[in-house]
């Protein structure tokens, strides 16, 4: 029987985007959300661009490492509900939760779980990571936040469910709960104390720093390395009947009357009010 092969090929890398900026330098790719007027809230399409840069990551053999970070202010904002509740406004889905999109993909947020990417990250946290920001930082091996930064989730606070139970497993109990039911923030400070991150540093120092730790993981066997984050990964597995009822969940909250009254109420910039249906 022929064997075929697929090396791979550098002309394959993304190109053009508009929403993500791709590097690459050495054995480190440089994943940078750009969508600084809404402070790198990420929607539909850009979660697409982040996918093909995660994909990209896991195929290049050169690439070692991935540092992800933010334009601007913030490192992302979670998801865009204005444009969420733009949609919804036209009683439309968003084209990655609508079923008859060609970018359908039901909760992927462009996180790197999405493409099971196995090799390390480097979240360089120049900025308030929020939601889904929130969600990418912690499938990042690595954490550098900058001490201005802070970490928050927000998904109940406008009417969605999000990923609690990853939450719940990658930090302390107590803490996943105040950001989850509270939508409590945790200063850089706070991170650290926590665990959550591995150094913070001033803003200037931020990419200097997580290219440090790039340096470390490019000394070590990328081979020993990748199958170090593989385990990481495999340990971190839900049951599938648990992430299958998860997606159940928040697919249901979010198609609730108050799904929608949560990002109309951000949109138009005042408290929401819950009707429990």
Known sequence: M????????????PKDLKYVIYEKKGHVAYVTINRPEVRNALHSFAYVELRQCW??????????????????????????????????AEGKRTPHEDPNSPIFHWGGGGQPQDVNLEKPLIAAINGFAVGVGLSIVLQCQLRVMADTAWLGDQHTNVGRLGAPHEMYTAMPRSVAAYMTLCNGRLSAQDALQHSLVNKVVPADQLIATAEGLADMIAQSSPLAVQAAVRLYRLAATFPPSLSAFARHLDQEIAETEDGAEGAKAFREKRRPVWKMR
């Open 2 to 13: 022929p064997r075929y092969e697929s090396p791979y090929d550098p002309n394959s890398a």
């Open 55 to 88: 994909r990209d990551i896991g195929l290049d053999p050169n690439i070692y490492a991935g540092i992800v970070t933010g334009t601007g202010q913030a490192f992302c904002a979670g998801r865009d509900v204005k444009f969420l509740a733009s949609y919804q």
